[in-house]
């Protein structure tokens, strides 16, 4: 019976060491992870974001030549890169896996789950910017673009002219008797 008590005591043994291995792979995927950012800029140089492996914004970069650009289409500039740089991140945690832990099922459910919260970008329209979508409901834009403007809404007709008021009587002494048809007030 001592066999079997020192069978049961090795194979414990040996689970309890493979746990703590596996645990001391993912914590270095972990720390790993910590650590990496992904930064995207825009074609024109003009916009640079970089985020964290979290997927939150850490560094923003605005060069002098966005200036002169609206401010609608820097913001949704930096919309699009920070996706873009999102995306990145179940590809950072796969290669992370990869070199730490390996390919096992609990890392393909973390890539996964990844995916899910960062998935690719939509593809881009390069025909119209933000602005251009925003400007087509704008009234006061309408002038810049050429377009004619709508007309302006219609005024509330003016209430009918009141009569004039009656003249006040001035009370006289003789009027004392006479409390009716004039104002309290007067």
Do not use: C, H
Request: glycine content about 6%; proline content about 10%; charged content about 25%.
């Amino acid at each position: 019976m001592p066999d079997s008590i020192d069978a049961s005591e090795q194979m414990v043994e040996g689970w309890t060491k493979q746990l703590q291995q596996t645990a001391a792979r993912y914590q270095a995927m972990a720390e790993r992870m910590q650590g990496q950012t992904v930064t995207e800029r825009s074609k024109d140089g003009s916009v640079e974001v970089t985020v964290d492996a979290k997927g939150l914004l850490k560094n923003l970069v605005l060069a002098d030549s966005a200036a002169g650009k609206k401010m609608a289409d820097v913001s949704a500039e930096v919309m699009r890169l920070v996706q873009r740089a999102q995306a990145r991140i179940p590809e950072l945690l796969q290669q992370a896996a990869a070199e730490t832990v390996g390919g096992d099922q609990t890392t393909e459910t973390l890539v996964a789950d990844a995916q899910r919260t960062f998935p690719a970008p939509p593809a881009e329209e390069p025909a119209e910017s933000a602005s251009d979508r925003v400007r087509r409901f704008l009234p006061e834009d309408a002038e810049e673009t050429g377009a004619a403007a709508p007309p302006p809404p219609p005024r509330p007709a003016a209430p009918p002219p009141q009569p004039p008021q009656q003249q006040r009587r001035r009370r006289s002494s003789s009027d004392d008797d006479d409390d009716f048809g004039g104002s309290i007030l007067s």
